[in-house]
């Protein structure tokens, strides 16, 4: 069974523009969350989808979006980015999300830079 | 108070010796943890999980939870250069998300 999978690998940008990110779950896996990594904060919960419906969403401002299509695969996307938008972005699937007893399994993560 | 909290190490043991790592959280109606696994430049790897009091031991590895502490903890026996990593503990809250910690850096010297 294949895992989650992210692309791209890594980004590099420059201020001011928008990036998309992709995330495939595995599959079966109707759940998809996200979330940012950087060396001072740690993993911080972005927002979390469920049958094309965004079910919580972290202290992130609006600039971070995201969406699920149908076949659960997701994006999220970042406008106008910011230098401190640097950092690893972690999508991790689950089966359902229910009440948190899923256990989640994260891809490799996309490494995005902004200079 | 930050909703789950490690300490952020680094935690250093010998070859051969138990590894204790601690975790706290905030939410009292949490009902579900877990502990992950983070190698330098990788991602999260699920070690634990554990929904009730007491421990639950998986190999080399025992998760205790402690819900009236608000505690839950992971023990790692016969420690080996391998498990040098990032362990983080994760907590749901429900509504929906996972909470980690900031992660706990292990180094286990041969």
């Known amino acids: 069974k294949a895992g989650v999978t992210q692309t791209p690998r890594y980004l590099i940008k420059t201020r001011g523009q928008q990036v998309t990110l992709s995330c495939s779950p595995i599959?079966?896996?109707?759940?998809v969350s996200w979330y940012q990594q950087t060396p001072g904060q740690g993993l911080q919960f972005l927002f979390e989808?469920?049958?094309?419906?965004?079910?919580n969403k972290g202290n992130f401002p609006g600039r971070f979006s995201g969406r699920q299509f149908s076949n659960s695969r997701s994006e999220m996307n970042v406008s106008t980015l910011e230098l401190g938008d640097s950092a690893l972005y972690l999508c991790?699937?689950?089966?359902?999300?229910?009440?948190?007893?899923?256990?989640?399994?994260f891809g490799a993560g996309t490494r995005l830079s902004v200079l | 108070q930050k909703e789950v909290e490690q300490n952020s190490g680094p935690l250093s043991v010998p070859e051969g010796a138990i590894a204790s790592l601690n975790c706290t959280y905030s939410?009292?109606?949490?009902?579900?943890f877990f502990w992950y696994r983070q190698y330098s430049g990788k991602s999260p790897e699920l070690i634990m999980f554990?929904?009730?009091?007491g421990d639950k031991e998986d190999g080399r590895f025992t998760a205790q939870l402690n819900k009236a502490s608000q505690y839950v903890s992971l023990l790692i026996r016969d420690s080996q250069p391998s498990d040098s990593a990032t362990y983080l503990c994760?907590?749901?809250?429900?509504?929906?998300?996972?909470?980690f910690g900031a992660g706990t850096r292990l180094f286990v010297k041969a």
């Open positions: 989808y469920f049958s094309e419906t965004q079910r």
């Open positions: 994760a907590v749901s809250p429900g509504g929906f998300k996972t909470i």
């Open positions: 991790a699937s689950s089966t359902t999300g229910t009440s948190g007893m899923d256990i989640q399994y």
């Open positions: 599959s079966g896996h109707r759940s």
């Open positions: 554990i929904y009730s009091n």
């Open positions: 939410d009292r109606g949490s009902q579900s």
